[in-house]
């Protein structure tokens, strides 16, 4: 079976190899511009120590949003957990996929029975489903949205929809669609150090940084 | 193209007469030469989900998604994806992000100076933490050196740089006070003494619209015996310059009172009822200073806490209902929340809060320029009907802020929409309702007097 050896060998290499080196260059090239320096006085009894708390405080406070704009946000928030965490699940707690890392890594840990990741997978396809809907049709997204936000859509969605047809065994051989699926997740791999898919790192430095800037000045996180 | 259209007024303004490419090249470079690491930061994390527009009041008030506060950066996110960010040649040799046009920069003017406040709220509800305000401020700096900002904008940057201030040529600064508001009010001031603990700045609208603000804080002062002055080299805080994007006026006006204040041995700098002020220079004077400086920096609502709490003033008790307005440089963006209120218990009111407050608080619709820049009136409006609709349900009699533009903006409102409802002033009210006829506050009154008499 060529194209599973390629997808699993040739391909896999090269996307993990790009995935890296792109994730440690976004990385450095950030760091690489000039860190500002504003010397002023902060506000009393704040110091490093009281900042550094507030680095970590300001990545979890922002996990959910106030109340005044609960009713607004209520649908991006709810159902951008629901894909985020069905991500998640599907893709570190299905066994097949421990097993995989496990062959990569060497490490491995517990894994959830496929029943419940076969439903992971739907509702987080369907969440994912919702999102491009919603993107397409509310103004607001609509007017934000280039072609890197659909992109960014597509790569993610189609490890799923892959995916659910190598479980399923739907429209060609098993052989056949694992090697896409493979091949799926090394687009991925490819494409996430480049477009907006890095903010599942970098959301800790940009809420951390704002947090640090908020408390130097005592005001709210 | 129709007539109407041919001679409809063009929705930005110009200052100067350089070429197209000459005004996109230098809003590019000062943008690439004012970016640091955080914005750069902020750049690569948004995920476009666009709910910050449900926190811009311009947004919710019209449903226009234009508003939508990220997008008013978009020309400057093309620009770091293009020049700046990681992989900028590629999207150079590929083309895949744009050059940045005069158009863009033209049709970007609006979004940029008419319908952002600096306001920051924002910033509170993006699941990324991206501090927007803060690249609406940078994305100013580069429409400054573009000469592409509203036109009434720019003449209040043009007569700051002439006269030093944009109320008053600072010559004639203390001949106002004497003249204006001394003699108006009867209220001894203390003007350009060689030293003094503190030093009393103030705002545009202080010169204007609020004189008796500068009478009432020089009877606070009076009536505690502090060693203070106005000073006509250190005195314009509003600082025209930080809201305007012209780094190096907000330099200029910066460095004014920093070095007044050290001239005279200050070891307070006390800001007007201004929001804007505060932000320049109590979180910016040290970019430009290069460390901390020598003298404490605070607005005037935390100095009427300070000494309220402290006992060294007693005020008479109000007994009725009031409501607050949040400042959004001093409250959201400054942490000053509860000394506002320490004040309005002091007083005696009842607070009632606004549904949103606090560091939820809606703007007034005025500040970051906004409510000089009159052609963004009819958006300014659509933002006060909102706020005056928030404050009727809190059934409140009195309508309490500390910031003299967020005053003004709410005061222009309420006579635009026959509103009977006055705006006030925490500094007025606390002013207006000292208790004076203690012993040693007519010790300290004499005491300033003698000052005064000296100074002369």
Redesign the interface.
């Known amino acids: 079976m060529e194209l599973l050896q390629f997808a699993r060998g040739t391909a896999l290499n090269f996307a993990l190899l790009v995935f890296f080196v792109g994730l440690a260059?976004?990385f450095?090239?950030?760091?690489?511009?000039?860190?500002?320096?504003?010397?002023?006085?902060p506000?009393d009894g704040v110091g490093t120590k009281e900042k550094a708390v507030a680095w970590f405080q300001?990545i979890f406070m922002?996990m959910w949003?106030?109340k005044?704009?609960r009713k607004?946000?209520f649908f991006?928030?709810v159902n951008?957990y629901v894909f985020h965490i069905g991500l998640f699940v599907v893709f570190f707690l299905f066994g097949p996929h421990v097993s995989f890392i496990k062959d990569l890594t060497g490490f491995s840990w517990a894994y959830l029975p496929s029943p419940i990741i076969h439903f992971a997978s739907v509702i987080t396809t369907l969440s994912l489903i919702a999102v491009l809907v919603y993107r397409l049709r509310?103004?607001?997204?609509?007017?934000?949205?280039?072609a890197e936000?659909y992109f960014a859509w597509f790569v993610t969605f189609l490890p799923m929809i892959t995916g659910l047809m190598t479980v399923g065994h739907f429209g060609a051989r098993y052989e056949t669609l694992l090697a896409i699926h493979i091949l799926s997740i090394c687009l991925l791999l490819v494409w996430f150090p480049?477009g907006?898919l890095?903010?599942a790192f970098?959301?800790v430095?940009?809420?951390?940084?704002?947090?640090v800037?908020?408390k130097h000045?005592?005001?709210?996180l | 193209m129709s007539v109407a259209k041919k001679n409809q007024k063009p929705h930005f303004d110009k200052q100067g007469d350089r070429t197209d490419e000459e005004r996109v090249e230098a809003a590019m470079q000062t943008f690439i030469q004012d970016f640091g690491a955080t914005a750069a930061l902020y750049m690569e994390s948004c995920v476009s989900c666009g709910m910050c527009a449900e926190a811009c009041q311009f947004y919710v008030t019209t449903d226009d998604p234009k508003y939508t506060p990220i997008y008013k950066i978009k020309p400057f996110k093309q620009a770091y994806k293009r020049h700046i960010g990681p992989f900028a040649p590629i999207y150079r040799v590929l083309n895949l992000t744009p050059k940045v046009d005069i158009k863009e920069l033209e049709d970007w003017q609006e979004l940029l100076y008419d319908s952002c406040t600096m306001c920051g709220r924002c910033s509170t509800i993006c699941p990324m933490g991206i501090d927007i305000a803060d690249l609406i401020k940078q994305a100013r700096h580069g429409m400054y050196k573009a000469g592409l900002m509203p036109e009434r904008m720019d003449l209040m940057g043009r007569t700051t740089k002439l006269w030093g201030s944009p109320a008053t040529p600072i010559e004639d600064f203390a001949e106002i006070l004497e003249e204006d508001i001394q003699d108006v009010y009867g209220e001894p001031l203390v003007i350009d003494k060689e030293k003094a603990d503190i030093l009393v700045t103030l705002a545009p609208a202080e010169l204007g619209d609020h004189t008796k603000a500068v009478a009432d804080i020089a009877k606070i002062l009076n009536h505690i015996g502090a060693d203070w002055t106005f000073r006509s080299d250190g005195f314009e805080a509003s600082n025209i310059g930080y809201i305007n994007g012209d780094i190096e006026l907000q330099e200029k006006l910066t460095m004014q009172l920093v070095d007044t204040a050290i001239k005279i041995g200050a070891k307070t700098l006390i800001l007007p009822e201004c929001g804007h002020a505060y932000s320049a220079l109590r979180w910016e004077a040290s970019r430009w200073y290069g460390k901390p400086l020598p003298f404490r920096v605070i607005h005037m609502t935390e100095f009427l806490a300070e000494v309220l709490n402290e006992g060294k003033i007693k005020v008479k008790k109000i007994d009725a209902t009031a409501s607050f307005h949040d400042p959004c440089q001093l409250v959201r963006r400054g942490g000053v929340v509860e000394p506002p209120r320490d004040i309005v218990k002091a007083l005696g009111y009842d607070l009632i809060e606004m549904e949103d407050s606090g560091n939820f608080g809606w703007c007034c619709g005025g500040g970051g320029g906004v409510i000089s820049n009159t052609r963004a009136n009819p958006l300014r409006f659509k933002v006060f009907e909102m706020k005056k609709e928030q404050f009727e349900e809190t059934g409140a009699e009195h309508f309490l802020t500390s910031c003299g533009q967020c005053r003004i903006t709410l005061t222009g409102g309420a006579k635009k929409f026959n509103w009977d409802k006055k705006i006030e002033s925490l500094l007025e009210l606390v002013a207006d309702n000292m208790i004076e006829d203690d012993a040693s506050s007519e010790d300290s009154k004499e005491t300033t007097k003698e000052n005064t008499k000296e100074e002369a």
Do not use: E, Y
């Open positions: 260059w976004r450095f090239a950030i760091a690489l511009l000039p860190f500002k320096k504003n010397p002023t006085q506000r300001g922002r949003p106030h005044s704009f607004a946000s991006t928030f951008g509310n103004p607001v997204q609509r007017l934000l949205s280039t936000d480049f907006k890095m903010h970098l959301f430095f940009s809420r951390g940084a704002t947090a800037r908020m000045r005592g005001a709210q």
